[in-house]
């Protein structure tokens, strides 16, 4: 006689239950903004397709799948029963299809793919393995979710952008592994070093870009802040050439102090990666000390957002593509001049070490702080890149002294610059 756990029974059926409720009710959203987009009355043909699978369907069917996978698993069923139940399915989703395709003449399978899946999940509940069908109920309900969000985005990217993505794809996933697993180096500069720059120069850049190009002309504080993870200098430059003099006078401040918070986040995460990938040994401890400045310097960053959000430019800004393999190529060889220099300033003791990270910062701190840390363990790098970091917060001034010719909005930033500066190397210095 066979012993039916009502508990385990009821366990499993109800995870099925749910997860087709769950599958069920994506499919009703779906048909209801589907059709709020006609707003029109339906003709025969769109009354036909109306009549899609919904919340009860779908609820049935993985109630169908487990109640057999049930039976079979304590013996109520046996094989042929199961695979006859089985069949059942299999010829009523067959007919569905072929009424969608050739009578509605409703082109897409998604719906008969889901209606499968939802049956395989119920055999899965049905089965015991209520977790896994679970798990694969949310995540199905979550790729059928975000159809509506995904056309918008990709609605609103050009082809162009989807081929640089794609470049990038390339150059990090297919070309990467071969440099990250070589050995290769000279004069103490390691073939994965200089690839690392690379990358980074690109996919920091690529980021900055995407972010500037969803975001359009919504205000030029997102240009400020997300152009200043992809290169700090130009987008102070960028963004003061779209001002006025006035707004100069009122703004630029702001800008900078964005552009610099950006600039420290992306250059502490370099930091970060050139510890993990060039060292093997660094840890979290070795870091504290950037991550803590990064997080004070990060606090004037919240007052300039709220001041300049609220202005708006009176044309879109003209992003170019920062996705540059030219661009991408002379940022490495400068960090192949400024890592074959850090070289020399390690036989110079620590006073060459300090000049070279003070003036290599200047020039280009990511490059400097990967150079260092070819150079240097953790967490001794770490020190000498928060002031190659620092050095390159200061070099605003100059950059907007290049840009704007205002000496007295110039004067605002060196002093401003100085403090935040000052104050990232003293939080580095104390933790």
Sequence with gaps: MVVVDVREALVRVIVALLAGLLIGLERE????????????????????VKEIPGLRTFAL?????????????VHLIDANALIVLVAAFAGVATVYAAHRLIIARTGGITTV?????DYIIGLLAGL????????????TTFMLAIKLPVEKIVGRIRYEELL?????AIVLVVVGPFFLTSNIGFFGVSLKS????????????????????????????????????ANSEATTMACLEMMSSEERKKLSLHVVVLANVAMVIRNVLIALIAGVLL??????KDYLGLLAGAIIVSVPAYFSWHRLIAYRVSSHPRIENPLSFGIALKSTLLYLALALLAVVAVFKGVEGLLLFSALGGFVNAGATILSLFSVQQPPVASYYAALA????????????????RDLESVKRIAIATIVHATAFLAVVSFV
């Design 29 to 48: 959203k779906a048909r209801a903004v589907a059709e709020e987009r006609r707003k029109k009355k339906p003709s025969l043909e769109e009354m036909v």
């Design 61 to 73: 069917i993985s109630l169908y799948a487990s109640s057999s996978a049930y039976a079979y698993s």
């Design 113 to 117: 793919i889901v209606m499968l899946v």
């Design 128 to 139: 015991g393995a209520t977790l896994v069908a679970a798990a694969l109920a949310v995540l």
């Design 164 to 168: 640089w993505s794609l470049e990038l």
């Design 194 to 229: 200089l690839y690392l720059f690379f990358a980074l120069v690109l996919t920091t850049s690529y980021l900055g870009y995407i972010a500037v190009r969803l975001k359009g002309v919504e205000g030029i504080a997102y240009l400020a802040l997300f152009g200043g993870f």
């Design 279 to 284: 060292s093997g040994t660094a840890t979290l």
């Design 389 to 404: 970091i620092a050095a390159a917060m200061l070099n605003k001034s100059l950059y907007a002294y290049i840009t704007a």
